[in-house]
């Protein structure tokens, strides 16, 4: 049964801060990505460490490998645990964050296959099993994978073994946490928490899904 992991898609430092420390007893990670860096700045991530929860930079990096590096670099010096990276642009430029990954004894994600419906155009099907097993080849510590289709899922998991499944689209996107817990090690939720009436109830709920 799957870690939680918050997605902290809000817009300001004292909301994030907020939902965080209410939601922080409930937590094993926090994921932010651009929403929260944009509008509050990277740094955010010094105050958010403080809640003693590994942090996921969800940047869903996807440039040449010097770029991945660049940026997988800054991201672990501002004191991530883990960076999450697109997987389309090939080999090399995921094989670059993975090498700051590990120079920083942290981990990286590759993005394997989309929860939204457009993920069924590009990142679905045949391109997201090849894009898994690309993932594992370049020794990445695991994969995105969506909540929305767990018998994708299961098809990913068939070729990445026991590397990590993080799985979004629980909740607002209509992901069931009981039908995806079991085929996952993380769950990824973001709006079901944060735009809850009590984001620390909401976390709990959550919670019950975990190890
Ligand atoms: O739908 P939610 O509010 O629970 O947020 C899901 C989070 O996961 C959000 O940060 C989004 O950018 C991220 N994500 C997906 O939703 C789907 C993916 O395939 C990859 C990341």
């Given at each position: 049964?799957?870690?939680?992991?918050l997605a902290l898609d809000v817009?300001?430092?004292?909301?994030a801060?907020?939902v965080a420390?209410?939601?922080?007893?409930?937590?094993?990670?926090i994921k932010i990505?651009?929403?929260l860096?944009?509008?509050?700045?990277?740094?955010?991530?010094?105050?958010?460490?403080?809640?003693?929860?590994?942090?996921?930079?969800?940047?869903?990096?996807?440039?040449?490998?010097?770029?991945?590096?660049?940026?997988?670099?800054?991201?672990?010096?501002?004191?991530?645990?883990?960076?999450?990276?697109?997987?389309?642009?090939?080999?090399?430029?995921?094989?670059?964050?993975?090498?700051?990954?590990?120079?920083?004894?942290?981990?990286?994600?590759?993005?394997?296959?989309?929860?939204?419906?457009?993920?069924?155009?590009?990142?679905?099907?045949?391109?997201?099993?090849?894009?898994?097993?690309?993932?594992?080849?370049?020794?990445?510590?695991?994969?995105?994978?969506?909540?929305?289709?767990?018998?994708?899922?299961?098809?990913?998991?068939?070729?990445?073994?026991?590397?990590?499944?993080?799985?979004?689209?629980?909740?607002?996107?209509?992901?069931?946490?009981?039908?995806?817990?079991?085929?996952?090690?993380?769950?990824?939720?973001g709006?079901?928490?944060y735009?809850?009436?009590?984001?620390?109830?909401?976390?709990?709920?959550?919670?019950?899904?975990?190890?």
């Amino acid at each position: 049964m799957p870690d939680l992991i918050l997605a902290l898609d809000v817009l300001s430092r004292e909301e994030a801060l907020s939902v965080a420390e209410a939601a922080a007893p409930h937590l094993d990670a926090i994921k932010i990505g651009y929403p929260l860096v944009l509008a509050a700045g990277l740094d955010i991530a010094a105050p958010l460490s403080e809640f003693g929860i590994p942090l996921i930079a969800d940047f869903k990096v996807a440039d040449i490998p010097n770029t991945n590096s660049l940026i997988a670099q800054q991201v672990f010096a501002a004191g991530f645990f883990a960076i999450i990276c697109q997987g389309f642009c090939g080999s090399d430029s995921v094989a670059a964050c993975v090498e700051a990954a590990d120079d920083a004894g942290g981990e990286c994600y590759v993005v394997a296959e989309m929860s939204h419906p457009g993920a069924l155009e590009f990142l679905s099907g045949k391109n997201a099993e090849l894009l898994a097993q690309m993932a594992v080849d370049a020794g990445a510590h695991g994969i995105i994978a969506p909540a929305t289709r767990p018998e994708r899922v299961q098809t990913l998991r068939a070729i990445i073994g026991d590397k990590k499944i993080l799985s979004p689209g629980v909740g607002a996107q209509g992901g069931d946490p009981e039908t995806i817990a079991p085929l996952i090690d993380g769950m990824i939720v973001g709006r079901s928490i944060y735009t809850a009436e009590d984001p620390a109830e909401a976390a709990r709920t959550y919670a019950r899904f975990r190890r």
